[in-house]
């Protein structure tokens, strides 16, 4: 794979507190770093809410779950959350084998999160 990334990252929509983050690839030891500071960066600017398209997420390591745990705390601290959408493969067994899949769920009904692509157009 060498002279492309392993890890596509692209903010498709923001409205609000709320963004939808796709990602295509590997979440990995050597991807984690622009992942983390994209995630960061969105949060810093106020989107609290946070959605993640996981489903073309083909593998993620311990360190791919550690900016997720971590992002996932960074969002409630400011009031949010993150949630994952479109989980399976090994993503999901990697999930469900860690307990995680819990806190990663779909967002609760009349929450304002990003659902779906559909939602709302992309605000910037």
Known sequence: MAGSPALTVDVVLRSGSSARVRLVGEIDFCTVDELRRILQQLLDSGHTRLTLDVAEVTFCDSSGLGVLVSTRA???????????????????????????????????????????????????
Do not use: K, Y
């Not at 993150?82 to 769920?105: K, P, S, V």
């Open 74 to 124: 960074g969002a409630e601290r400011r009031g949010g959350r993150l949630t994952l959408d479109g989980t399976q493969g090994q993503l999901a067994r990697l999930m469900r084998t860690t307990g995680l899949e819990i806190l990663f769920g779909p967002a609760p009904a009349g929450s304002g999160d990003l659902a779906s692509a559909g939602d709302v157009a992309d605000a910037g």
